[in-house]
């Protein structure tokens, strides 16, 4: 009885010690509440508290200055810090409100991939530089925060003339292989005739295609590839022409040589260097 006796009274004192630590627990309870929701909003990784980082967004345009009625290219792609998930936005600059500040309004949306590159191509009829805005939304708690990047583009009622090489298109597809698709892009200021378009592939690509009424030659010699499109009547204006290929890839670079438009008589009527890749963006 005295063992049973001991005991019992150990239990009221403790149960007597609750009670009157109750205030002092829920106030506790309440700031533990608040430092786990600090914790989410420093951005805990994985359960740890590592804090976001920004997402290493490229906004790119092409060309950055245009001739009103043709369109511009803008890409976005992600550098060293790339998220695999998540959302991007495209945000155009549409206005100011009362406040003064800048009005944005979305123009388009994809959904974020390991290695993904964005394009949306943009026209206006309308002289002025429009800015532009890629805003990337996290996906929950995977590291990154969300992220800005800004850029604008000129459309002029002056005539550009010149040529493009841009990757528009990549697909991972193992090792170090990649399939590319390169868009070459010739402005002309006015009409020609008998204009022949011309560049080349380095050596070791395969799965060649070209766009519409294009033509692919294969060196016998050295495996080099010679890309050619013939335009009988070329408006003024701006025309794309594409190129899709299988290539190893190991580091950043050019992936297709020099290209460049004449017309029969060999006038240069464009010229552009070739298109530039970087596996790691």
Not at 40 to 45: H, I, N, P, Q, R
């Amino acid at each position: 009885m005295k063992k049973l006796y001991i005991f019992t009274t150990a239990l009221l004192l403790l149960a007597g010690s609750f009670t009157s630590c109750n205030k002092d627990l829920d106030e506790v309870g309440l700031n533990a509440s608040a430092i786990d929701a600090a914790k989410k909003e420093v951005g805990a990784t994985n359960g740890n508290n590592t804090p976001k980082v920004e997402a290493d967004i490229n906004l790119s345009f092409s060309p950055t200055t245009q001739m009103i009625g043709n369109a511009v290219t803008i890409t976005i792609s992600f550098g060293t810090n790339a998220p695999k998930d998540g959302k991007l936005h495209l945000d155009q600059a549409t206005g100011v409100d009362a406040d003064g500040k800048t009005i944005w309004t979305k123009i388009n949306e994809y959904p974020v991939t390991d290695g993904g590159v964005y394009t949306h191509e943009f026209t206006s009829n309308v002289v002025g530089t429009f800015e532009f805005r890629a805003h990337y939304i996290a996906n929950g708690n995977n590291g990154f925060s969300n992220t800005f990047e800004y850029g604008s583009v000129t459309f002029t009622a002056d005539c550009v003339q010149g040529m493009t090489a841009a990757v528009v298109e990549k697909e991972h597809i193992g090792s170090n292989m990649y399939r590319l698709k390169v868009a070459f892009t010739l402005t002309t200021c006015e009409a020609y005739s008998n204009v022949h378009i011309q560049g080349g592939l380095t050596a070791k690509v395969s799965n060649v295609s070209v766009s519409e009424n294009g033509n692919v030659r294969k060196h016998t010699s050295n495996d080099n590839y010679i890309i050619t499109w013939d335009e009988a009547s070329l408006e003024k204006g701006t025309k794309t022409y594409y190129v899709t290929f299988e290539q190893e890839i190991k580091g950043a670079g050019e992936v297709t040589g020099d290209w460049s438009a004449k017309t029969a008589d060999g006038l240069v009527v464009a010229y552009t260097e070739g298109a530039y890749f970087d596996p790691a963006v």
